[in-house]
């Protein structure tokens, strides 16, 4: 397992249930995530400098670099074309200022390719067969991941922080509601409301 840990990566073992090694990061710090596509692992950092780092888990070592232009909040990619989304928003203070539109990269060839119109920030991302889910403020936005275009936006709570998703349902928590709301995706409906005590983050594995 590889967990972002301050200004390294956390190399795990998943059977002992131990930290392996720390390594550090060649250049960016604050992870804000990671994935892993094949074997390798990207992690990328925020701050005024964004940076998405590539470790390739053959080789145990660092391979390359990815300048974000945005403040990274989250990451996901998708396992079938190696499209991924980096969530991100904007920082008072850098110059100049990170864009707050989520992007695209692509990792079978390590570049970024685009981003998506999503212009008020986005705070997480997740991937679920053909489509991506970005929680903007307020809003969840369904994008096609064959052409990174918006499909519709789904208004949600304001206080969302995360969002997951599997086949049949959006998964958006919101910490200040203290609650994970369950959006259909075959209507954009709400069906259920889940509430847990001062929830922080949302995984699902199937």
Known sequence: GYLGSGAQLAVLDLIGNTVLQYLPLPIGSQPSGTAIWNSQVYIPTNGCSSVMEVFDTRSNSFIGTMSLSTDATAIAIDPETGHGYVSGVTQIGCVPPPSS??????????????????????????????????????????????????????????????????????????????????????????????????????????
């Open 101 to 206: 539109l989520p992007q695209v990269f692509d990792a079978n060839t390590n570049a970024v390719i685009g981003n998506i119109d999503a212009p008020f920030g986005s705070s997480s991302v997740a991937i679920s067969g053909t489509r991506a889910y970005i929680l903007e403020s307020g809003l969840v936005d369904i994008v096609d991941i064959s052409s990174n275009r918006v499909l519709t936006r789904i208004p949600v709570d304001m206080n969302a922080g995360r969002v997951a998703a599997t086949p049949s349902f959006i998964y958006v928590l919101s910490g200040a509601a203290n609650a994970v709301y369950v959006i259909s995706v075959d209507t954009n409906d709400l069906v259920a409301t889940l509430t847990f005590q001062d929830p922080i983050d949302l995984f699902f594995f199937f």
